[in-house]
């Protein structure tokens, strides 16, 4: 499978006129690219075809795989743009996987986050899995009947 990395330095994108633009000169867009993330989507969609969408391009099966630098500053000064990349890039590969391709499009961020996970969530985490687990297998019911949900939605 061929693999091609594209690196992303995320401290050029300021707002969308900046990420359109960083995305358009980094890939290699077309002179009519339209400037939004349904633009973005049809342009990263193809990028193991020949169409002129990109100048960026890998062999069908191929992937490319997105570095993108100081992606913890990212988020917290664009957190629109940073999360319509990742939401479009799923979509990206959602596309092709139900037409019956490949997913084509990784991200890789690159970065530190001065919010660390906090240990007793993950902990929290793992003891509501390992009460699904037992309990489901003991009982046969599923996780959603077994964890119950607060009013907020989470796990209770």
């Known amino acids: 499978m061929e693999i091609k990395q ?4 995320a401290h050029r994108i300021v707002d969308w006129t900046s990420f359109h633009s960083v995305f ?3 890939f290699g867009f077309p002179p009519f690219y339209g400037a939004n993330m349904n633009a973005w989507i049809d342009c990263m969609t193809d990028l193991d ?3 002129g969408l990109t100048d960026i391009t890998v062999a069908k099966g191929g992937c490319v795989v997105l570095q993108i630098d ?3 500053d990212f988020r917290d000064r664009c957190p629109e743009q ?6 479009c890039t799923a979509f990206v590969n959602y596309r092709r996987v139900e037409t019956g391709g490949l997913p084509i499009l990784a991200l890789m961020p690159i970065g530190f986050f001065r919010r660390p996970v906090q240990l007793g969530k ?3 985490i793992a003891a509501i899995i390992d009460r699904v687990a ?3 297998v003991r009982d046969g019911r599923s ?4 964890i119950g949900y607060d009013e907020n939605g989470l796990p209770s």
Request: no cysteine; hydrophobic share 40%; charged share 35%.
């Open 49 to 51: 075809d020949e169409s």
């Open 134 to 136: 037992n309990r489901s």
């Open 70 to 72: 100081n992606v913890a």
């Open 122 to 124: 993950v902990e929290e």
């Open 143 to 146: 996780g959603d009947e077994i």
């Open 6 to 9: 594209v690196v992303l330095d």
């Open 24 to 26: 358009a000169n980094l």
């Open 82 to 87: 940073y999360e319509a990349l990742i939401e």
